[in-house]
């Protein structure tokens, strides 16, 4: 395992911060944290399942530069990012008399980095937080940016806030505690940042990305990647003005299908991404915008990956096309009634599209559900 540690500066002025990423994070938390402390203490939130695997060794870290850190594990799954868990944590953050000057530290996956980070966002009206992300997807994507939040009865982060981190530590060895579809859910994000925007970084994934779970190093050099992109695209477009946008790449179909399977096992985040990513290519083959090859050059390396690809790797049943479109339509990314999908003219060459005719995505829709 490799003992380098790289960082990636997110540039927001005052707001900016470090991106940290390597084997060993965990056990040197305490130093990694401590220039951002008043006093030696923090909290942490956390889930049961990442208490039992990482709790312990963040404590020992933390434990080493003189923090004592209290510790609220909340029930794992989706389930807990709602009002209900997050009242909760809001109220034993003050119990703990968490105050102005003290950090909050999150420690898990998107669930838990979105949750507390919202916590962190109005808890006496702001107090800084460090995210600490166990899963791929969190290392790549949630825990960068400042995108906080928790799920209302009407969708997926709709309640939330802008709340930048004041520091990410990405230890690349949580990643070896994933089970095989959870890694490759993340990396359904990974694979994202090449699409949009990095054709050479694409090349790269297609020959090293099978080797990722099993060789840290690459596994390193690929959440490095990632964070580099998403770390431009944030400092120069923080609020989703614009560029943005372009993470969305494969989301308004995702999200579709996440709504259609309820947020449920049949079908994780990063998976949704991975089918809408090849239905996007897919979609800006037929409007014209690229040929052929390439959504098939997107469709070989998911299949390569093992991940699922079509609409008929997802268990049981789903909605017509006509059901689908209305769920995207539900999808806070619809601005002014219109759809808007992220569609690419060629590998690494995504962009916003807002005027796509639905006609085209329902036949679309109708052909990926014939399989
Ligand atoms: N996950 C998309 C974003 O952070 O903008």
Partial sequence: MTDRIDTVRVQLGARSYDVRIGAGLLARAGAEIAPLLRRKRVAIVTDETVAGLHLPALQDGLAAAGI??????????????????????????????????DVVVALGGGV????????????????????????????????????????????????????????????????????????????????KYGLLGDAGFFDWLEVEGPKLSSTPALAQAAVRRSVEMKAGIVARDETEEGERALLNLGHTFGHALEAATGYSDRLLHGEGVAIGCALAFELSMRLGLCSQEVPSRVRAHLRAMGMKVDLRDIPGDLPGAEGLLGLMAQDKKVQDGRLRFILARGIGEAFVADQVDTGVVRTLLEDALRG
């Fill in 68 to 101: 004592t850190a209290s510790a609220l594990a909340l029930p794992p799954g989706e389930a807990t990012k709602g009002w209900p868990e997050f009242t909760r944590t809001v109220e034993w953050l003050l119990a703990e008399k968490v105050e102005r000057r």
């Fill in 112 to 191: 838990i980095g979105d949750l507390a980070g919202f916590a962190a966002a109005v808890l006496r009206r702001g107090v800084r937080f460090v995210q600490i992300p166990t899963t791929l997807l969190a290392q790549v994507d949630s825990s960068v940016g400042g995108k906080t939040g928790i799920n209302s009865t009407h969708g997926k982060n709709l309640i939330g806030a802008f709340h930048q981190p004041a520091l990410v530590l990405a230890d690349i060895g949580a990643l070896g505690t994933l089970a095989r579809r959870d890694f490759l859910a993340g990396y359904g994000e990974v694979v």
